[in-house]
């Protein structure tokens, strides 16, 4: 009875024994599939340069979009006034001051100075020369042709000024990077003997 006890023991942990190789063998086969190798492994490399951008490259940056936006809407309700008769005046300081006044937000205000008298001058003066050039020896009392020149040259000057605003005037320059502060560490250094004691300083910048 003591034999078969032994018997059925040894067999019990021979089987244990089986297993338990058998199990070490699958995870040695599995893990290199599981944890690949080094050279598998997808790698990923960015270029700090590839992400500057064009009107970045030369120290300069353009912020005519918002100044294209304030001109939108002046466009906008023009549009609208002559429909309702009541907003067209508004269109006129919107295309004026806004402009200048992103110029000025940008710390430019000579620019912003520019940007209203370009904005004055360039329709003004086109409009008084078309119509000062237009031949009204042939036009009756109720001739259009004057008005017709006046409004044609406001629009082209004012079409003309926005463009130059747009591409010419809206840039400023990038600030540079800021330098990384100067690092400073002091570390007290401490050494004893069995007959004196050093004291000394030391540091890193």
Known sequence: MRARFLLAS??????????????????????PSFVGSPSTVPTTT???SSSSTAEADDGRRSYRTTIIWADVLSVAVLAS?????KLAAISVPIYLLAPPAIHFSHDK????????????????????????????D???????L????TVGGIAVGSLTAMFIDWFVLSW?????AAAPAPSL????QIGMDGQSVTLGIGGRF
Do not use: H, Q
Not at 10 to 31: K, M, P, W
């Open 109 to 136: 205000p000579g620019t912003a100075a520019g940007s209203f008298l370009l904005r004055a001058g360039l329709p003004a003066a086109l409009g008084l020369g078309l119509y000062t050039v237009t031949d009204l």
């Open 138 to 144: 042939n036009c009756d009392e109720f001739c259009l």
């Open 172 to 176: 400023e320059d990038v600030p540079p």
């Open 81 to 85: 006034g002559f429909k309702t008769g």
């Open 146 to 149: 004057p008005v017709a020149a």
């Open 185 to 188: 560490s002091i570390t007290p």
């Open 46 to 48: 960015t270029d700090p």
């Open 10 to 31: 040894l067999t019990i942990f021979g089987l244990l024994g089986l297993g338990a190789s058998a199990r070490a063998e699958v995870v040695a086969v599995l893990a």
